[in-house]
């Protein structure tokens, strides 16, 4: 029987990418072992669902070329839920109304705008926590 996995994104890739990375691996395994997996984005961790951060993390030759863009696939394809922090994005300029232009292609289907209440009730239905 899986588990449910609460993942939780919240350092500033520009600081320390490798443990964003590292929290991506974690859900894409999570997900490929069969496990439920639940996701929040919060602070400067929103800046990788950024569309234009991505890609240059993707070809700045930091990771393999390919590898981050293929995990988020796996999260966006395969997580149970993925939630965002409202007030992080909108502290990185990102906001409901001018999202469509930075955040990954397709975002409003399969991702929740949300604050505190989203991180408590996810990790309150989680078996296990992860936060990176």
């Known amino acids: 029987m899986g588990k449910k996995f609460f993942i939780k994104i919240v350092s500033d890739p520009e600081i320390d990418l490798r443990k964003c990375v590292v929290g991506l691996a974690c859900a894409s395994q999570a997900i490929m072992d ?3 997996v639940s996701m929040f984005f919060a602070s400067n961790g929103v800046k990788i669902l950024n569309s234009e951060y991505l890609d ?3 070809s700045g030759g930091i990771v393999p070329e390919g590898m981050v863009i293929g995990m988020m696939k796996s999260i966006i394809d395969g997580a149970n839920v993925i939630y965002c922090s409202t007030g992080s994005q909108a502290a990185n300029g990102v906001s409901k109304e001018n999202a ?7 975002y409003a289907d399969w991702m ?8 408590i009730e996810l990790s309150a239905a989680s078996d296990v926590q992860l936060v990176y």
């Open 34 to 36: 069969g496990h439920e």
């Open 56 to 58: 240059s993390i993707n």
């Open 100 to 106: 469509g232009d930075m955040l990954l292609d397709g």
């Open 112 to 119: 929740t705008w949300s604050g505190p209440s989203g991180v």
